[in-house]
């Protein structure tokens, strides 16, 4: 079904038809270690944060508020996906209007698969002058494929499914589900 084929009903049907695999609060948790981690590591480089449009949109304002020491916010915004099940071609649609030269980076996106949006988000920020990019992701797909990058701060891993919730999105749609969810899969 493309985008515009989805009812209201039909979005219903999906959602409640799909597998809970993480509920709110493993989420909240998962954040939580996440953000310990992380400022670990980063609390005294005044990082900028880059939240990846549009999937990290959720994942980058819940970690803010778990992260207590100085930072900067700014966003990236490259797709493979634009809605789309499967990612093809990178698409840029904006890149951070801060400088990044000389800084502490941080990217923070929804899921990490295959890593390929992910390279190029961190060869573009280097390129850019950045000091140190990390990157850090809510769920990680990839554990039984090769991936070009690794991720440096990961909250859960999660079979080969397609994924909403939490800021993923099923064909545009269920990013505002608490928790992550499993489209069911066809018998």
């Given at each position: ?10 979005l219903l ?34 990082p ?33 996906y634009?809605?789309a099940?499967?990612?093809?071609e ?28 992910l ?12 000091k ?31 994924v909403f919730?939490?800021g ?20």
């Amino acid at each position: 079904m493309a985008e515009a084929e989805l009812s209201h009903d039909d979005l219903l049907a999906i959602q409640a038809s799909s597998d809970c695999l993480y509920t709110e609060n493993e989420v909240n948790a998962a954040l939580d270690r996440m953000a310990s981690d992380i400022s670990t590591a980063l609390s005294g480089s005044k990082p900028l944060v880059l939240c990846t449009m549009i999937g990290g949109i959720v994942v980058t304002g819940k970690l803010l508020e778990r992260l207590d020491f100085p930072l900067s916010v700014d966003y990236i915004h490259a797709t493979r996906y634009r809605g789309a099940l499967q990612g093809a071609e990178l698409d840029w649609i904006a890149r951070p209007t801060e400088s990044l030269q000389d800084r502490v980076v941080l990217i923070v996106d929804d899921i990490f698969d295959e890593g390929l949006t992910l390279e190029a988000l961190i060869k573009d920020c280097i390129s850019a002058g950045a000091k140190k990019v990390f990157s850090a992701v809510l769920l990680d797909k990839s554990r039984k494929k090769k991936s070009v990058v690794d991720v440096d701060f990961v909250g859960m891993a999660v079979d080969n499914r397609y994924v909403f919730g939490s800021g993923m999105d099923y064909k545009g749609y269920l990013r505002n589900a608490s928790g992550i969810f499993a489209v069911a899969e066809e018998k």
